[in-house]
């Protein structure tokens, strides 16, 4: 299967926005100011747009993944959807690869951030040489994959 990896558009902003906000509607347990915390996704996502890609398989557009400016060695994932039709078949499994071989190359540690709740993604995560090094809130897990 190739993967290509191309910029996003601007288009792009709403989709992954509403991404995130069916994360945090599916996951969140702890008490937060929703509309805030929307407000902020949105802001991040639109200020942020440079670091995403957007994934395309076979000409159709697949998923998303932001990775964060390395800092002190470690680079942060954010915002990682593959689109509903196109999940379970091995593509965010890819993605994956590709980023950890990319940053064994670099000698950087990779970090996300994911709900406990989304089990299965720590799940993924974990078969990919993440660990959980802290919480954040009581919510979400903080994962680490060190490079080889
Ligand atoms: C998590 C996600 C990016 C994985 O991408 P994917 O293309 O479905 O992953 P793959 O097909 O390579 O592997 C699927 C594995 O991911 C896990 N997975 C997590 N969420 C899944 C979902 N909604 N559907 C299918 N598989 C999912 C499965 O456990 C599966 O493991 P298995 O092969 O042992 O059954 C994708 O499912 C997704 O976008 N989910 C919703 C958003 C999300 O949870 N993002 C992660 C935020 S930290």
Redesign the pocket.
Known sequence: MEIRSLPPQKVDIEVIYT?CKQ?IEDYETDPIPMEKVLTWCHRKIQQNLSEYQVFWVNGQKV?YLRCCPPEDGVMELDD???LED?????????VLRQQVEQADQKSLDLR?Y?FKK?E??V??YQRFGFHIVEEAGNSRWIMLRPHA
Do not use: T
């Open positions: 991404f994360l998923g990682f959807y593959i196109f999940r379970g078949k091995g593509i965010g499994s890819a996300l994911v989304n299965a993604a799940r993924l």
